[in-house]
């Protein structure tokens, strides 16, 4: 069973990064898109990026240009760069892979406040 550990949430001010990283317990990202959901408290898990195997990437419009989805083929890891935090990114951020993403990590909190 593919296990995925999402790491490096924090709390962190308006305008400042983070960067999460998404390991597994299996060479899978590389054959796989990989992507990052976030859930906001009272919200619905909404998606935020995806990188395919094919090094196609693709963002949410509210953060396009400000989060950067890319792999470590050799460490076999996931990471999303996240800049210019804004109060509304502020969620539980989570992992997902597999060919039909169905494994989940169990999320990383990220807030941002001041």
């Known amino acids: 069973q593919v296990q995925l550990v999402e790491s490096g949430g924090g709390l962190v001010q308006p305008g400042g990064s983070l960067r999460l990283s998404c390991t597994a317990n299996?060479?899978?990202?590389?054959?796989?898109?990989t992507r990052w959901f976030r859930q906001a408290p009272g919200k619905q898990r909404e998606f935020v990026a995806v990188?395919?195997?094919?090094?196609?990437?693709e963002y949410v419009d509210a953060v396009k240009g400000r989060f950067t989805i890319s792999r470590d083929n050799t460490k076999d890891i996931v990471y999303l760069q996240m800049t210019s935090l804004k109060p509304e990114d502020t969620a539980v951020y989570y992992c997902?892979?597999?060919?039909?993403?169905?494994?989940w990590g169990q999320g990383t909190q990220v807030t941002v406040s001041s």
């Open positions: 997902n892979a597999g060919p039909t993403g169905n494994y």
């Open positions: 299996g060479s899978i990202f590389s054959f796989n898109p």
């Open positions: 990188l395919t195997s094919l090094d196609d990437t």
